[in-house]
């Protein structure tokens, strides 16, 4: 059985720092390419980052471009996101997900972990 | 960037009742679509990709259509547990991988 489980989400000022992790089990973490999507807290969806398999490329919304980082540990079978300079409108729940193919970059996503809410508040 | 709209916003109809959910994009994305559905309180599902393709375990009853910029995501025969928000997505010109605003389906 696929397993996403999200960490890290907190209430954080804005201008803060973050890192969220996902621990991956229940398949070959590092035949797939990843994502994190979010959803502010009654709102729709938002897709923040794709990282490749092996890690090499990476991807980003415009609105986060510059102020988060994507990484994974394939030995680890962990995704990460790195978010500074945090901004109120970064409130939302991050989803950890994975892309639908192996390899290539299929651009679906087809297993959502459960969240973590990060929340940017003075 | 390829925006999606979502019609209707809200969709109400009795069990048993077929229900017919639409996306438009601002431009084509051939057949690069897909939905998802999202019960309240649980993270989005995928229902359908390719525009047409049903995902592991979606039951027969969903179903969906369409190419270009217009697309249809049909359930046959609504069911309680059908209750939720349905998302499009296309990944036919990215980034960024975009999402309609939603349309929520209720139980009358």
């Known amino acids: 059985e696929v397993q996403l489980v999200e960490s890290g989400g907190v209430v954080i000022q804005p201008g803060g720092s973050l890192r969220l992790s996902c621990a991956a089990s229940g398949f070959t973490f590092d035949d797939y390419p990843m994502h994190w999507v979010r959803q502010g807290p009654g709102k729709g969806l938002e897709w923040v980052s794709l990282i490749s398999w092996d890690g090499d490329t990476t991807y980003y919304a415009d609105s986060v471009k510059g102020r988060f980082t994507i990484s994974r540990d394939n030995t680890k079978n962990s995704l990460y996101l790195q978010m500074n300079s945090l901004r109120p409108e970064d409130t939302a729940f991050y989803y950890c997900?994975?892309?639908?193919?192996?390899?290539?970059?299929?651009?679906?996503?087809?297993?959502w972990g459960q969240g973590t809410l990060v929340t940017v508040s003075s | 960037e390829i925006v999606l709209t979502q019609s209707p916003a809200t969709l109400s109809s009795s069990p048993g009742e077929r229900a017919t959910l639409s996306c438009r994009a601002s431009q084509s994305v051939d057949r690069h679509l897909a939905w998802y559905q999202q019960r309240v309180g649980q993270a989005p599902r995928l229902l359908i990709y390719d525009a047409s393709n049903r995902a592991t375990g979606i039951p027969a009853r969903f179903s969906g259509s369409g190419s270009g910029t217009d697309f249809t995501l049909n359930i046959s025969s609504l069911e309680p547990e059908d209750v939720g928000v349905y998302y499009c997505q296309q990944r036919s010109n990215w980034p960024p991988l975009t999402f309609g605003g939603g349309t929520k389906v209720e139980i009358k």
């Open positions: 997900v994975k892309d639908l193919g192996p390899a290539a970059i299929e651009a679906y996503f087809d297993y």
